[in-house]
T-cell receptor
Framework: GAVVSQHPSRVICKSGTSVKIECRSL??????MFWYRQFPKQSLMLMAT?????????EQGVEKDKFLINHASLTLSTLTVTSAHPEDSSFYIC??????????????????FGSGTRLTVV | QKEVEQNSGPLSVPEGAIASLNCTYS??????FFWYRQYSGKSPELIMS????GDKEDGRFTAQLNKASQYVSLLIRDSQPSDSATYLC????????????FGPGTRLSVLP
């Protein structure tokens, strides 16, 4: 099945520094990837949609200058948290759309998630 | 009204029982429905996908979809302690583009 690799899995950084998180599709090409944030005991919240070769689309309330997304190839998207603050501490997860079934002219897609990155800003 | 709703739980069932998880959605044009399982501190993993009305079975899991009632459920038979996790319902429809909308999740606890 489709595999999405995300790293680092865990990072601790000082307030004011920047952190880059990588998300790679290992055995398929992903023209679109998604970045989510999840606070403890809450559901996934979509931050942005990353499109290969174009600017990312950010959800309302997400600062695009703070959360920089680059999707330079069909297999790699990166999220950079700039000037991180303690309130940015969260679980960040990427996902990519992949074909999970097909036939009779119909394609069904699912979403495979990376393993997530636990960011702690101190 | 939220786009995708689930009971937050926790839902507690004894080992060996059937766990029933429910999800409702607001967009009547929704076309694809997914159940994900998420263990604490881990990312979600896909359990089931369902696209047509009726039941779909995979091992101990059965997904049920009723588009007229805008309702999708997940049944887990012979529940095991290892099934204890948060179960997320995700819906992809014409208004969502390529993205899913996730429900808040239901926390399931299977008691040994």
């Amino acid at each position: 099945g489709a595999v999405v690799s995300q790293h680092p899995s865990r990072v601790i950084c000082k307030s004011g520094t920047s952190v880059k998180i990588e998300c790679r599709s290992l055995d398929f090409q992903a023209t679109t990837m998604f970045w989510y944030r999840q606070f403890p005991k809450q559901s996934l919240m979509l931050m942005a949609t990353s499109n290969e070769g174009s600017k990312a689309t950010y959800e309302q309330g997400v600062e695009k200058d703070k959360f920089l997304i680059n999707h330079a190839s069909l297999t790699l998207s990166t999220l950079t948290v700039t000037s991180a603050h303690p309130e940015d501490s969260s679980f960040y997860i990427c996902s990519a759309r992949d074909l999970i079934s097909g036939g009779r002219g119909k394609s069904n897609y699912g979403y495979t998630f990376g393993s997530g990155t636990r960011l702690t800003v101190v | 009204q939220k786009e995708v709703e689930q009971n937050s739980g926790p839902l507690s069932v004894p080992e060996g029982a059937i766990a029933s998880l429910n999800c409702t959605y607001s967009d009547r044009g929704s076309q694809s429905f997914f159940w994900y399982r998420q263990y604490s501190g881990k990312s979600p993993e896909l359990i089931m996908s369902i696209y047509s009305n009726g039941d779909k079975e995979d091992g101990r899991f059965t997904a049920q979809l009723n588009k007229a009632s805008q309702y999708v459920s997940l049944l887990i038979r012979d529940s095991q302690p290892s099934d204890s996790a948060t179960y997320l319902c995700a819906v992809n429809g014409r208004n969502y583009g390529q993205n899913f909308v996730f429900g808040p999740g239901t926390r399931l606890s299977v008691l040994p």
